[in-house]
């Protein structure tokens, strides 16, 4: 294991390196102008949400390790009660996200998010300007009722294959399908953390939280506002990479197997009786390890059974169909199994010379066993940040962690096959990888890692297809019962995931998978962090400073102040850290001043959403950086603009939605 070291601040990213720049004289001009009136303990807090905010921002900790510190350190230096520490993983906020996971999870495994955004797309011809309309409303929907990194990650294959039929650049659509995600999110209570968030934040503090479609009248202004920037202003900032040999353009399994010449490849090898494969086991076969071989199925011939005996007499029946198996590492071999392989000649050949087996020609039947429905085929990208780059598949133990298959490397510089065994991996490769439908389907929840493309989840069988329509229902009956007020936020979307796993929509093993555990550790571990800035003092003695500061300027300015700190911060942090660090500032500042908080509150939540200056601030921009061939410099040539739009638009709506 490497041993554990911090990089030089001058290393880093440009982004990081000037986050560090501003955090840090930020809290020394805290300290420095406070300091008459600061106690220790103000000093200790600031202290470690300095030491939090630097971690967040370079990532050389992980931030829910960094959170988890946060919540022991407040409790070690007695800030904190462990009650009031551990508070978080008991609020209804944390308890609430954790459950529109797994009801948007059950969304994206029916394939009822998928339905509805092709059926949408169906719509938009062929121009530019109509698919990008298409693709913004589209995500913009999906994403104003589940994660918008979900929508992003199920629309991405299908709005890059509208963009290869039509012959245009991905790299024109793509940036519009993660700030449509990001736009969406704004418009509903539900969309985002920091919606929640600060709707949570007015309830403990004995005002009227905000209620499901509050957002929606400066929400679905700003979705318009960003369709129309991007399909003027926008449309001629885009990049257009169409030439470059990083784009990448989805196929249907039939056609990428052509493309490897995986059916060329393939050979029927028999498991002789003498063979002294027979007992062991695939693992103990070495075939991918020594030969660089793939097994694809195995056929075995049904056990005869005795239909009736009569004295010395039997009558045995054996079905004449083999069985297909799926193969694993514990599954052994017996003789007369029949291996439907994918190798080179060379390695067929030693294969077969090593364990005493009889080779065969490959039917053209045999190409069922590349990809039916129950396996198949996809191509994974490696995005920038994935934990396998610099690392070699037998250094991870692939097929062994994610039981699947690797059958090619696709790396752009390079023409020729890759040594599957020793080859380190790099940002932009492309793994071809064989296996169940299903457990493709699972490196999709491992989305620093890979990125699925392709349809996968339209390969399936029919069953989870068919509950498509009741996780609909369910959904339906959620949004109606919040909308309504019959029950909390909390009650109904809890009781959702649960009938979600009970109808069979997703298993609870498979709900477990879809929760963003270290976004919910995130959350409840910041919490503590906000109640300690509040308990020691820090709020009220920063917020009664910037009020005196701001008191003579119209509350509409100190909306558009709030916006703007907050989008700065969440172009580097998560927002939901950012919102749950800045909210209840906003709060005191609203208090102090003798306004209504709602509109500085909700300018903090929807600035939170504003993440379209960095590729890192936010999962959906990660998720379309390689595909799409972009830049850091697109985000922030396309971001930056609509960020000071979105504020002065925010400035102007929010007084008349909410008065001061």
Same mark, same amino acid.
Request: proline letters at 6%.
């Given at each position: 294991m490497k041993p554990f070291s911090i990089p =030089?601040?001058?290393? %880093?990213?440009?982004?990081?390196?000037?986050?560090?720049? %501003?955090?840090?004289?930020?809290?020394?001009?805290?300290?420095?102008?406070?300091n008459t009136a600061m106690t220790f303990e103000m000093i200790l807090t600031l202290g470690i949400l300095a030491f939090a905010i630097i971690f967040f921002v370079t990532e050389w900790l992980r931030v829910d390790v960094v959170a988890l510190i946060v919540v022991i350190t407040l409790m070690v230096t007695n800030l904190l009660t462990p009650t009031e520490a551990i508070a978080g993983f008991s609020s209804t906020i944390v308890l609430t996200i954790a459950s529109l996971f797994v009801i948007g999870g059950a969304i994206l495994q029916t394939g009822l998010a998928a339905s509805i955004g092709r059926q949408i797309l169906k719509v938009a011809g062929g121009g530019q300007t109509s698919l990008m309309i298409a693709v913004m409303l589209t995500v913009a929907i999906l994403s104003a009722f589940m994660s918008d990194t979900g929508t992003v990650a199920v629309l991405l294959p299908a709005v890059i294959s509208m963009a290869a039929s039509v012959q245009l650049s991905p790299s024109k659509l793509l940036i519009p399908l993660s700030f449509g995600a990001l736009l969406g999110g704004s418009t509903t209570l539900i969309g985002t953390p920091p919606n929640l968030i600060v709707s949570d934040l007015l309830s403990e503090n004995g005002m009227q939280p905000f209620q499901f479609f509050d957002y929606a009248p400066l929400g679905i202004l700003l979705v318009v506002v960003g369709i129309l920037f991007m399909v003027t202003l926008g449309k001629r900032m885009l990049p257009d990479r169409t030439r470059e040999k990083g784009l990448l353009r989805f196929e249907t399994p039939e056609e990428i197997a052509e493309r490897y010449r995986l059916p060329?490849?393939?050979? /029927?090898? =028999?498991? /002789?009786?003498?063979?002294?494969?027979?007992?062991?086991?695939?693992a103990e076969g070495e075939f991918g390890a020594r030969f660089n071989v793939n097994i694809l199925e195995i056929r075995r011939k049904p056990e005869a059974k005795t239909m009736v005996k009569l004295g010395e007499t039997r009558l045995i029946w054996q079905a004449d169909k083999a069985k297909g198996?799926?193969?694993?590492?514990? @599954?052994?071999?017996?003789?007369?199994? %029949?291996?439907i392989v994918q190798g080179t000649a060379s390695g067929i050949s030693h294969l077969a010379a090593s364990?005493?087996? *009889?080779?065969?020609?490959?039917?053209r039947s045999d190409e069922q066993a590349i990809s039916n429905e129950e396996v198949g085929i996809a191509e994974v990208l490696l995005p920038q940040r994935s934990r396998l780059v610099g690392k070699t598949l037998s250094e991870l133990s692939f097929g062994r962690i994610y039981r699947l298959t690797v059958l090619g490397i696709q790396r752009p510089s390079e023409g020729e096959s890759l040594n599957l065994k020793a080859t380190p991996l790099r940002f932009g490769d492309t793994l071809l990888v064989q296996g169940s439908w299903k457990n493709i389907l699972a490196l999709r929840q491992k989305r620093r890692d890979f990125v699925v493309m392709g349809h996968p989840e339209a390969m399936q069988g029919p069953p989870q297809r068919a509950k498509a329509p009741l996780a609909g229902l369910i959904l339906l009956a959620m949004l109606l019962s919040m909308v309504g007020e019959f029950m909390p936020l909390t009650t109904s979307s809890m009781l959702a995931a649960l009938l979600m796993i009970l109808t069979g929509c997703l298993s609870i093993d498979e709900a477990y998978n879809v929760i963003d555990w270290k976004s919910i550790v995130l959350v409840a571990g910041m919490l503590p962090m906000s109640a300690a800035l509040d308990k020691v003092g820090l709020v009220a003695l920063i917020a009664e400073n910037l009020t005196t500061i701001l008191g003579a300027l119209n509350p509409i300015w100190i909306? *558009? *102040?709030?916006? %703007?700190?907050?989008?700065?911060? @969440?172009?580097?942090?998560?927002?939901?850290a950012t919102a749950v660090l800045i909210a209840p500032l906003a709060l005191a500042i609203g208090q102090n001043l003798g306004i209504q908080p709602h509109a500085l509150l909700m300018s903090v939540a929807v600035a939170a959403s504003m993440a379209f200056a960095s590729p890192v601030a936010s999962p959906v921009n990660t998720l379309v950086m390689g595909a799409g061939n972009y830049r850091f410099s697109d985000y922030i040539k396309l971001g930056a603009p609509l960020i000071l739009i979105a504020m002065v638009i925010t400035m102007l709506v929010l007084p008349l939605l909410f008065p001061f």
């Open positions: =030089r601040v001058a290393s %880093l990213p440009f982004l990081e390196q000037q986050s560090i720049f %501003l955090f840090v004289p930020f809290v020394q001009f805290v300290i420095k102008k406070y060329d490849n393939l050979y /029927r090898l =028999r498991v /002789r009786a003498a063979s002294t494969l027979v007992g062991k086991s695939i198996l799926k193969p694993s590492a514990e @599954t052994t071999f017996q003789p007369d199994d %029949l291996l364990w005493n087996l *009889g080779v065969q020609p490959a039917k909306v *558009g *102040g709030l916006f %703007l700190v907050t989008s700065l911060f @969440t172009q580097v942090l998560s927002n939901t």
